[in-house]
């Protein structure tokens, strides 16, 4: 069965450091991936995907994520980070499609809080 | 801003009771997915629509259901409530089914008493 899997449930930065919030994905086939952010009381937005093509693709605010298929992982990276990025990050992958093409859900991991320090 | 909207933004009500939940897509989207967000379940899909019509189950219980209007607007229907249903709901939409970048809602929190 396809699943997500983000191992560290909460993790804490100081501003400025790097980040690095990891995600492996159980697949059958090219995944379709993906990393959201919530705010507290926010809905989730939309940081990055990856369909198909570079192996390293860029979203907003900064942030970058890397598909390595060998380690079925998509990390999430940021070089520099900023009191705002605390927040929730999730990672998912697009569910398999049934026969016809035609679904189209998002299958999440349980999500890692970030929280950032002075 | 997404520019998906969902109504209301909380909902507080007593267990044994239906609510209404209401989300309207982006501007030219045809495909709506609901998700319920809780503490021991995380992210869970509930239902898909695209263009009226049902796509995709997810893990829905049989006392809630779904529809999608002419207008693309969605409902979520919720009956018989239980304390176990207090969650946040969340609309996504996307362009057409199948393209996966969806793009979501504030939510919906409702607390059952």
């Known amino acids: 069965a396809q699943s997500v899997t983000q191992p560290d449930i909460h993790i804490t930065v100081s501003e400025g450091a790097s980040l690095e919030l990891r995600c492996n994905y159980s697949y059958g086939a090219t995944p379709y991936l993906f990393w959201y952010v919530q705010s507290p009381g926010q809905g989730l937005q939309l940081l990055l995907k990856y369909f198909s093509g570079d192996t390293l693709v860029q979203g907003i605010k900064g942030f970058e994520a890397e598909f390595k298929r060998s380690q079925s992982s998509f990390n999430l990276r940021k070089p520099s980070v900023h009191w705002s990025d605390a927040a929730e990050y999730f990672c998912a992958v697009g569910a398999l499609m049934n026969y016809g093409g035609s679904q189209g859900n998002l299958i999440f991991g349980k999500g890692t809080k970030l929280s950032v320090k002075p | 801003d997404s520019g998906v909207t969902q109504t209301p933004k909380h909902l507080i009500t007593a267990t044994g009771q239906r609510v209404t939940l209401r989300c309207s897509p982006r501007s030219g989207d045809l495909s709506v997915y609901w998700y319920q967000q809780s503490l021991d379940q995380g992210l869970q899909f509930l239902i898909q629509y695209y263009n009226g019509e049902e796509r995709a189950k997810g893990n829905i219980l049989e006392r809630f259901s779904a529809q999608q209007f002419p207008d693309l607007h969605s409902e979520l229907n919720l009956s018989s409530l239980e304390l176990g249903d207090s969650a946040l709901y969340f609309c996504?939409?996307?362009?057409?089914?199948?393209?996966?970048?969806?793009?979501f809602g504030p939510g919906t929190r409702l607390t059952v008493t």
């Open positions: 996504a939409s996307s362009v057409d089914s199948g393209t996966y970048e969806q793009y």
